[in-house]
Each structure stands twice: as structure tokens, then as C-alpha cells.
Nanobody
Framework: QVQLVESGGGLVQAGGSLSLSCAASGRTFSSYAIGWFRQAPGKKREFVAAINRNGGSTYFSDSVKGRFTISRDNAKNAVYLQMNSLNVEDTAVYYC?????????????????????WGQGTQVTVSS
């Protein structure tokens, strides 16, 4: 069992940066891949970024590639999403999620169905 809590959201101007954190409880955190997803009002939840359990592989959606980075510190049970060059289209509630994706192909990291545990989300608002 893993409990996830996101933090770091807020209001930022277009072109600015924010860093989100996902803090996890549970002894088996390092066994899980972590994904970041977002959901804007009236839209489906969409994949943003993911990192495998040892941090050796990362994945990004095309919309954030080159602007966002993801990292993890298993000693601190934490995952971070650094978001740069933000634009108004990045406005959404951001969720982190944990799942055992060992052995799955890279495309699986983008699927919400592969994640078993979800945080409550943190709001990111980008103003023009």
C-alpha cells in the first residue's frame, strides 16, 4: 500500500516555472514506477511524465517534452516534477500515481489503468 501526497502547485505567469513534489508513504516505494497526470476542467485525465522504479528511465508526453523533467529520490520516498516555460495550456490539477510496471513496455507508463495508487492532486494555474 502506498499513500501519495502532491504539493507545490500554485499560480504562475506564462513562461514561469513550478516544481511539484509527490511524497509517498510505505516501505515499498522503490518498487513502484511513478507517473504524473493532469486533468483540466471538462477534459480527460492525461499523461504528463513518468519515471521507472530506479529512476533510470523517464517518459514524457509530447506536449511537455523539453520543458518538464521528472526525478525521484527513493531514500526520501519522493518524486519531483520540474515544470519550465509554462503556458496557459498547462493549467490543470496535477496528480501523481504509483504502479508496478515492471516488465511492461514503455507505452504502458502513459496509461492511467496501469497505476494502482493516486494522490489527491494539486492545482496548477498559469496566467497569460
Amino acid at each position: 500500500q502506498v499513500q501519495l501526497v502532491e504539493s507545490g502547485g500554485g499560480l504562475v505567469q506564462a513562461g514561469g516555472s513550478l516544481s511539484l513534489s509527490c511524497a509517498a508513504s510505505g516501505r515499498t516505494f522503490s518498487s513502484y514506477a511513478i507517473g504524473w497526470f493532469r486533468q483540466a476542467p471538462g477534459k480527460k485525465r492525461e499523461f504528463v511524465a513518468a519515471i521507472n522504479r530506479n529512476g533510470g528511465s523517464t517518459y514524457f508526453s509530447d506536449s511537455v517534452k523539453g520543458r518538464f523533467t521528472i526525478s525521484r529520490d527513493n531514500a526520501k520516498n519522493a518524486v519531483y516534477l520540474q515544470m519550465n516555460s509554462l503556458n496557459v495550456e498547462d493549467t490543470a490539477v496535477y496528480y501523481c500515481a504509483a504502479g508496478d510496471l515492471t516488465g511492461y513496455y514503455s507505452g504502458s507508463f502513459q496509461l492511467t489503468s496501469r497505476y494502482d495508487y493516486w494522490g489527491q492532486g494539486t492545482q496548477v494555474t498559469v496566467s497569460s
